[in-house]
Each structure stands twice: as C-alpha cells, then as structure tokens.
T-cell receptor
Framework: AQKITQTQPGMFVQEKEAVTLDCTYD???????LFWYKQPSSGEMIFLIY??????QNATEGRYSLNFQKARKSANLVISASQLGDSAMYFC?????????????????FGTGTRLLVSP | GAVVSQHPSWVICKSGTSVKIECRSL??????MFWYRQFPKQSLMLMAT?????????EQGVEKDKFLINHASLTLSTLTVTSAHPEDSSFYIC?????????????FGPGTRLLVL
C-alpha cells in the first residue's frame, strides 16, 4: 500500500493566487514527521516545511503553510500569493518513528509528486 | 538551512567504467546520509542509508556490489557506480540528515546526472 499519496499529477494557478497541493499518508506509528520539498527543473530538492505528528499547531514558513488534519491523515501544502518562481515539482514525504539510538536517522518515503505551473 | 554539496553535477562515461559521486555536508556534521535515484518524471527512490563508520544499509533490490557506498567521515559520503551500464543512467541525489530542535530534516545535494554511453 502507498504510504504517501499525491493525487494531483499537475496543478495550474495564476500568479498571486493561493494553491493547495494535496497529500495523504498511511502509517500506524504514532510518531512521524511530514515534509514538503520543492524540486525545480534544475533537480535540487529544496526543503520547504515540516510537521511533526505531535505538533498542535499547523506549520507555517513564509508563504508556505501545512494544513495538517491528523484524523484524516492529510498534510496539504498551501502556497499563498503564488509567484512565477513557484513553478516546480512538489513532493510530500514522511518519516516514520523516532530516531533510534545506534541506528541513525530514519528514512523518508516520498509521494509521486505534483507539478505546479504558475501562469502570469 | 544546512548546505549539502554534490560532485560532479554531470558525468558522461563509457559502459564498463566506474563512476564516483561525492556528497558533502558543508556546515554541519552528518552521521547519516542517504542516496536516492530518480528517473525522469518519477519520484525519488531510496537506494541506501549511509552511516558514518559503519556499513551502508541497502534497500531491497539495490545491488550493494554495484553501488558501493563509503561514509568515511562526518561530512563526506561517496557512491561508486561500478562497471556502469546504460541502464544505470539516472539522476542520483544525496541527502544529509541533521537533528533540529523539533525533529530531524534531510537536506539534499544538487544531484548528479549520470549518462552511460
């Protein structure tokens, strides 16, 4: 079963408008972290925002906010006031569990991504 | 955020040669680094987890003798694609994990595009 599901292969938005990119996840671990990354055409993966499973507040980072609905297992990314430079692939990812002593950091599982195109 | 570099950014090589890719954490010590592979228009696929001073942990289906990983220091991990073939052509990207107050984050390098002729 898919652990991270991004159902929107592509999204279009006009400049200065807000857009929501969907992400649902599946885990039985009570402790997990959710991440969003942006990948422009250059290929680099740029960290945008993080939400921990125990966080009470929705994460925000500048124009990015994460709409975290734990009961629905969704972690949608909201980009406000879209800019042309926001055109890119966006990946949702999940880390399950806490870092375990002696075994290092936990790996990330990625969704299939959503391509966002911002038009003038 | 933390900075991760990767070198080289582009590699074109002949079939049968070996290619080494370096991943460095520039402003923090990374006890754990990850190596991913990405095919065009697809998501990232984790190949292996590299822990400093110990053997890498490979994901199912990834040949450890084909993709050699060495994490010799807290700031450097290398991936060597041995006897590369055209099917190994791909985008390889590494990440380094840093512990932060509220958890941990993986910061990615800029990636290496490998083309095997």
């Amino acid at each position: 079963a898919q652990k991270i599901t991004q159902t929107q292969p592509g999204m279009f938005v006009q400049e200065k408008e807000a857009v929501t990119l969907d992400c649902t996840y599946d885990t039985s671990d009570p402790s997990y972290g959710l991440f969003w990354y942006k990948q422009p055409s250059s290929g680099e993966m740029i960290f945008l925002i993080y939400q921990g499973s125990y966080d009470q507040q929705n994460a925000t980072e500048g124009r990015y906010s994460l709409n975290f609905q734990k009961a629905r297992k969704s972690a949608n990314l909201v980009i406000s006031a879209s800019q042309l430079g926001d055109s890119a692939m966006y990946f949702c990812a999940m880390r399950e569990g806490q870092r375990k002593i002696g075994t290092g950091f936990q790996k990330l599982v990625f969704g299939t991504g959503t391509r966002l195109l911002v038009s003038p | 955020g933390a900075v991760v570099s990767q070198h080289p950014s582009w590699v074109i090589c002949k079939s049968g040669t070996s290619v080494k890719i370096e991943c460095r954490s520039l402003d923090f010590q990374a006890t754990t680094m990850f190596w991913y592979r990405q095919f065009p228009k697809q998501s990232l696929m984790l190949m292996a987890t590299s822990n400093e001073g110990s053997k890498a942990t490979y994901e199912q289906g990834v040949e450890k003798d084909k993709f050699l990983i060495n994490h010799a220091s807290l700031t450097l991990s290398t991936l060597t694609v041995t006897s590369a073939h055209p099917e190994d052509s791909s985008f390889y990207i590494c990440s380094a994990a840093e512990r932060e107050g509220w958890g941990e984050t993986q910061y990615f390098g800029p990636g290496t595009r490998l083309l095997v002729l």
